[in-house]
């Protein structure tokens, strides 16, 4: 049999109830059966998950370590994720915190086509942090985006993302949105970004629609299209590089360095957007830098995806979170510089200024 | 304009934050951006996000209605998540707690094609409660589940569905399984329900192949595979009816009745399969009456979904529940039929006929 699978949970419950707790998600996350009605041998030696740690973190809150058979996943993102949290996901006192998984099945995903050293040679940067921005608000037609990128490209921006939100609305269809933006930075250094949305069919068209423009970036939302979808246009699309956003990530249940750094790392995730520590969002210096070194971090030979801060930054923390992240970096500044209005290129080259002289200091 | 869009948030907040923290999501859910950076007249009218009611519902807790553009979403049953739930999911004490959505979005996403009605019809059965049960543990080969299925529809049930867990894996590959379930209930009245799993394209392929072997229900999970490709499947597949399953549903930050019943229906789920009251799972009694109100409900001339409440369900417990739900209900017991091992066939039957006498009571 391959090597085991290894889902790390962390669990609220009083001691008396721990083990009793850790053999009941053993066997949810495995055989969703009682082990009684389970007469099969290799059933129960193998299929069956495993209890083989269970460590006190905490008054009443504990790490429980459950090995599961990798064959339960087999080649299948979408099953990874049913075998690892699926109906367990359904208990509010648990979360997901970490997997370990065998080499082979790293490689059975296959992680990012491109990562940070690809995205750095498409706008002919040296070692040095990327910078992005995002096209919003959404209800601007085609042509008041491409303004706005256009504003982005002359301050000299590496990156210029739609907002999640754009899809394909009525006010500003994909189709003629990418020909607007991409036709607005023709000649320019600065790579658009869209957004995919909809089914995996419309999804492959809105691709293909974006090679035809000379765009190779995109920006997908795993926990909305679904992993196997995700995956399956990395592996159709050797080209594209992919940037994940983590919309409908429900952080609280998911350790958010599992999900954003490992998680959408391994099924192709060039790029992970996450929130960074003091912005809108509560996570804490100590997660985001978890989730940093996730996506970074050597692991089973898969190419690192570049950590993507967002959510609320403005130019003048830059120094500080290059301090903290390093170089090996994508800053991602939307609404402050959009706030600048018509002065939004100089805003904009304010926000390279900055990176540039701290990524070289 | 189209009508708006009604969500509405339960938010743990102090009274002091709570009207600062509703124009907040509302902002995060729309434009993501401060509203000093909004220029657009129309985005300022029509596109942001409005605070319509903020209601205190006990100590330090809010439900906060938002109303947002319809316009936003599309026809993309992803983006109706995204838009409903996409950012603000990363905030621990948010809950998506209810949507209302106008006729015109309500049809167009179309829930159920088929529907309590049909489901009936296909088994034969008047207008009593339906069973079910699953095939289960994942690990045995295609030929120790036919022999499970076999035993079930001795015993007189309804629908045999897959474990959730059941996907493409070595041990039991999808094709294989189809052949030897659908050829051992050949000429019975019991329906197999077959499990769909990987990306969009395996999904039509396994579709394709079921109704090959003369199988009209499949099993999904929305959650995994991304709300937009399961729509786009009903869409396709007019003779297929589908159970949705509600794994990876992380029940803590979308109210379940919400979820399963009505987003789920909504994009066509037949039937809506969740943990009942008194299993393996936490939710209440009225959380579980909740879910099937809403699955059942008129709403916006959408078919019904059947509700199938589930989850470590016993026997014993057949009278009690055809109480609690009435008749419009499929009853599902895993697990505790399966632990009569050899005896599968009578401990069926057991369970079918307790069903039928009490729904004709």
Known sequence: MPPRLQAIYRIRSDARSI??????????????????????????????????????????????????????????????????????????????YDVELSDGLAKAFGGPG??????????????????????????????????????????????????????DQAYSPFAARLDAIAGALRGATARYVPSLSGDLDRMRAQIAAARGAGVNTVLVAPMIM?????????????????????????????????????LFRLIGADAV?????????????????????????DWHGLRPALPVPAGGMTVDRVPEMLDFYGADVMLLIGGALLEARERLAEATGAFVTEVRKFSHG
């Open 19 to 96: 083990e009793a707790r850790a053999r009941a998600i053993a066997l949810e996350q495995s055989v969703e059966m009682p082990l009684a009605a389970v007469a099969d041998d290799f059933v129960r030696a193998e299929i069956v998950g495993r209890v083989e740690t269970v460590a006190e973190q905490g008054p009443d809150l504990f790490d429980v370590r459950i090995s599961l058979s990798a064959a339960t996943v087999a080649d299948d993102p979408g099953q990874l994720l049913n075998m690892l949290f699926g109906n367990t996901s359904l208990h509010e006192d648990v979360l997901l």
């Open 273 to 297: 957007v996450f929130p960074n520590h003091g912005g809108r969002f509560g996570y804490s210096p100590d997660t985001c830098h978890a989730i940093a070194r996730a996506a970074l971090a």
């Open 226 to 262: 679904g992993f196997a979808n995700f995956r399956r246009l990395v592996w159709e699309s050797p080209d594209i590089a992919f940037i994940a956003h983590p919309t409908m990530g429900g952080a609280a249940r998911i350790a958010p360095p599992l999900l954003i750094g490992k």
């Open 114 to 167: 491109h990562g940070p050293a690809e995205l750095r040679r498409r706008v002919g940067a040296s070692m040095r942090a990327l910078t992005c921005s995002a096209l919003k608000p959404q209800g601007l037609p085609p042509a008041g985006l491409a303004a706005l990128a256009r504003s982005f490209a002359q301050g000299g921006i590496d990156y210029i993302k739609d907002d999640h939100g754009l899809a």
